[in-house]
């Protein structure tokens, strides 16, 4: 099956095509660049890794996976935080966990499947506690 996505010249998809673990030297994902420190800085995407996947199965779809792979050379350093943005992230995540029904601060992260706090989705529950 390994051969079937190599494809290093990129004839059959178009850009460079390599199997699952295959990829040469100098590329790495995006999430492989970013443990190590970089971002792709807007370079265009040079190769991809293909490989099937059971587990992501769709109906009519077929199950081949895709990741994006980048130059490490043209990477960019991430860039760092500034105190504005740390306070937006701070605003943010503070904001999930306010219940929409009681207004209070959960403790936790509101279940977007609740849509509200545990005590206030499940009442019944909270008072036989």
Same mark, same amino acid.
């Not at 100098?26 to 293909?50: D, F, K, N, S």
């Given at each position: 099956?390994? !051969? /079937?996505?190599?494809?290093?010249?990129?004839?059959?998809?178009?850009?460079? &095509? *390599?199997?699952?673990?295959?990829?040469?030297?100098?590329?790495?994902?995006?999430?492989? #660049?970013?443990?190590?420190? #970089?971002? +792709? !800085?807007?370079?265009?995407?040079?190769?991809?890794?293909?490989?099937?996947?059971?587990? *992501?199965?769709?109906?009519?779809?077929? +199950?081949? $996976? %895709? =990741?994006?792979?980048? $130059? %490490?050379?043209?990477?960019?350093? %991430? /860039?760092?935080? &500034?105190?504005?943005?740390?306070?937006? #992230?701070?605003?943010?995540?503070?904001?999930? /966990?306010? @219940?929409?029904? @009681?207004?209070?601060?959960? !403790? *936790? %992260?509101? +279940? &977007?499947? #609740? !849509?509200?706090?545990?005590? @206030?989705?499940?009442?019944?529950?909270?008072?036989? =506690?």
């Amino acid at each position: 099956m390994a !051969g /079937r996505f190599w494809d290093p010249d990129g004839a059959r998809y178009g850009i460079p &095509t *390599y199997p699952f673990r295959m990829a040469p030297a100098g590329l790495a994902t995006r999430r492989q #660049l970013r443990a190590t420190g #970089l971002r +792709p !800085g807007g370079q265009e995407v040079a190769a991809q890794l293909l490989w099937f996947s059971h587990r *992501y199965r769709r109906k009519g779809c077929p +199950p081949v $996976r %895709v =990741a994006y792979l980048y $130059r %490490v050379d043209q990477a960019r350093a %991430v /860039r760092p935080m &500034t105190p504005r943005k740390w306070a937006a #992230l701070a605003k943010a995540n503070a904001a999930r /966990r306010i @219940c929409p029904e @009681c207004r209070t601060d959960a !403790g *936790y %992260v509101i +279940p &977007t499947s #609740l !849509g509200m706090c545990v005590a @206030c989705a499940h009442p019944e529950e909270q008072r036989a =506690a």
